[in-house]
């Protein structure tokens, strides 16, 4: 189709059923390759080598799934936390947008923003005006929302969010799409596909200002992006945990059949091994139990029966193999060797060490706060319309977040402390360098105001 342009954004110019078309069908094709990602996060991934394995034991034992996906998310979204937004390189984080966050529990769901972003490439959140006094903002799912970007500006020209209007249906019958207008953002809302009419007056005067650029009131968090595409943080671990998972399971049929001494009877009949009752024992049953059973050659009946064990198979091959591929994973992400299970040398690693062995690891958790802290500003700007101000006082804005790195607190204080006396910092900055919130630093200082003291420097 041929495009238009408005306000410096490349539209292609669709009818709004042409539009809902290829919004659906690129939800869809994302929607089935997200489900995949999903599954090595939940350990729910098939395992097509495994299935053999567990066939050839008669599935006497499960499968051994060993969930490294997760620790390599998880690792990277504990170390995420927001303290706060800063507009105009101020020390201060600004009192509305951080009342937005508190207000919309985002203490809690960034957490699901993050972990969704990581294992799929892609999380969304929305602005929209609540029902109280700060804007709504909400976590959704890549499964059910998806956005056209425009390649020269790399703003969000148009967005698609669909759920369903009863939890107890298999599809989803219900949808809004947003898409800019001559007058502003419009909403269109969908049922089973079809148009059923667009949004009310009062939404659209609401966020008034927002209608200026004009904006859709989703921002993408992306992860590792190429080319305005996010890449699931799971890409190079899927391979490894696929042979470490065959190897486990292979291990625990080494372990069903080699790991414990097995005796074995040759030249014995079968009436030879009696249960505890007396009765004999089937020679299936003992060909598959701990003894293996030979029965009396009718052309040698001379032969003397013979009873030993064989030695047990040692296991050490298998850890070796999973001790190599967690080398592997560790080469490939930066992250510290005690993260997955397997350190180097059989004493642990000192306080030091392990500082260092994690350098790699917090540079790449602070790439990904550069890149987030980028769509949270983008979010923020729309808070700020939304709130009545400036979005213009939001291009400068800064997302602070918690240090990802793992010193003690006990080193933390003793620096910011030194900083503080040697005069290389005043008060306010000690505090921040000792990891004090920033609400927190502002109490503390509100008390020492009352109470009429002053920081010295």
């Not at 706060?369 to 400068?396: E, K, V």
């Amino acid at each position: 189709a041929t495009s238009k342009r408005g306000a410096g954004v490349l539209v292609p110019n669709l009818t709004d059923e042409q539009w809902f078309t290829r919004l659906t069908k690129r939800r869809e094709d994302e929607a089935r390759i997200i489900k995949s990602w999903w599954e090595y996060y939940d350990g729910d991934q098939p395992m097509y080598y495994v299935a053999k394995i567990l066939e050839e034991q008669e599935d006497r034992f499960p499968a051994l799934n060993i969930n490294w996906s997760a620790v390599v998310v998880d690792g990277i979204d504990d170390r995420s936390t927001v303290e706060g937004f800063v507009l105009n390189s101020s020390d201060e984080s600004d009192d509305d947008l951080f009342a937005t966050w508190q207000a919309n529990d985002l203490e809690e769901y960034s957490s699901e923003n993050h972990v969704a972003s990581l294992v799929t490439g892609v999380s969304y959140m929305m602005a929209g005006p609540g029902d109280g006094n700060w804007p709504l903002n909400t976590v959704e799912s890549p499964s059910s929302v998806t956005v056209e970007v425009d390649p020269r500006t790399r703003q969000v020209v148009a967005g698609l969010k669909v759920w369903k209007s009863d939890a107890d249906k298999s599809l989803d019958d219900m949808a809004v799409m947003y898409l800019p207008g001559s007058k502003g953002l419009r909403l269109i809302e969908f049922e089973h596909g079809k148009p059923v009419g667009e949004t009310t007056e009062q939404w659209m005067k609401s966020v008034e200002k927002l209608q200026t650029t004009p904006t859709v009131p989703i921002v993408p968090f992306l992860n590792q992006q190429r080319q305005r595409v996010g890449r699931s943080e799971l890409r190079k671990m899927r391979p490894i945990v696929d042979a470490l998972n065959q190897t486990a399971t292979n291990m625990m049929a080494g372990v069903e059949h080699h790991a414990l001494p097995r005796k074995y009877a040759l030249n014995v009949s079968e009436d030879s091994f009696l249960d505890e009752d007396g009765k004999p024992l089937p020679a299936w049953k003992i060909a598959t139990g701990l003894v293996w059973a030979q029965p009396i050659d009718p052309d040698h009946p001379d032969i003397k029966a013979e009873v030993g064990q064989f030695a047990a198979s040692d296991m050490r091959n298998f850890i070796e193999v999973c001790g190599l591929l967690s080398r592997f994973a560790v080469g490939l992400y930066g992250m510290p060797p005690h993260m997955l299970g397997f350190n180097v040398g059989d004493n642990p690693a000192a306080a030091d060490g392990v500082r260092a062995s994690e350098d790699a690891w917090v540079r790449r958790i602070e790439r990904r706060h550069a890149s987030w802290g980028q769509a949270y500003g983008r979010l923020n700007r729309m808070n700020l319309a939304i709130l009545g101000r400036d979005p213009s006082d939001g291009d400068r804005l800064e997302t602070r977040w918690r240090n990802p790195s793992t010193p003690t607190q006990g080193a933390i204080m003793d620096a910011a402390v030194k900083a503080y006396q040697s005069g290389m910092s005043d008060l306010r900055q000690a505090r921040i360098d000792a990891r004090y919130s920033l609400p927190t630093i502002k109490a503390m200082e509100d008390r020492e105001s009352r109470a009429g003291r002053v920081d010295p420097t």
